[in-house]
């Protein structure tokens, strides 16, 4: 069986990956209630990728991605964390995915304009219609005209 080489590459589209030089790691101690192993291994991961200065990216999609980011960029760095698993190898594939989705979705192109339909006119006579009839019938239900 072979060793762990390192994590696959961050693909964020189609063709297009963000190679490991432009992503730099940090490894702490998670937080909370544990046992004796969660207190000694350093297994929150946190993953660092400088958005402004990327040379990976297709300019638009930098550019999509720096607009649609903007509240979560700390001068233009984007920053993901986790320490759900006990294991940093994990949460490392962890921030990976999270990493790629958010890139991924940011770097989308904007859904088509939606151009507004016309009902069609005999929908529409066909509607009023119907409410005419409901109308009717309510109106003969009064018991005023019982007497």
Known sequence: MGGMSGPPPLVVRGSVSVPDAELMWRF???SGPGGQHVNTSDSQVELRFDLANSESLPTVWKQRALERLASRLVGGVLVVRASEHRSQWRNREAAMTRLAALLAEATAP?????????????INERRLKE????????RGRDPRGWS
């Not at 904007?110 to 069609?120: A, D, E, H, L, Q």
């Not at 409410?131 to 309510?138: I, Q, V």
């Open 28 to 30: 702490s101690r998670s």
């Open 110 to 122: 904007p859904p088509k304009v939606r151009r507004p339909t016309k009902i069609p006119r005999g």
């Open 131 to 138: 409410k005419k009839r409901r109308g009717d019938t309510k």
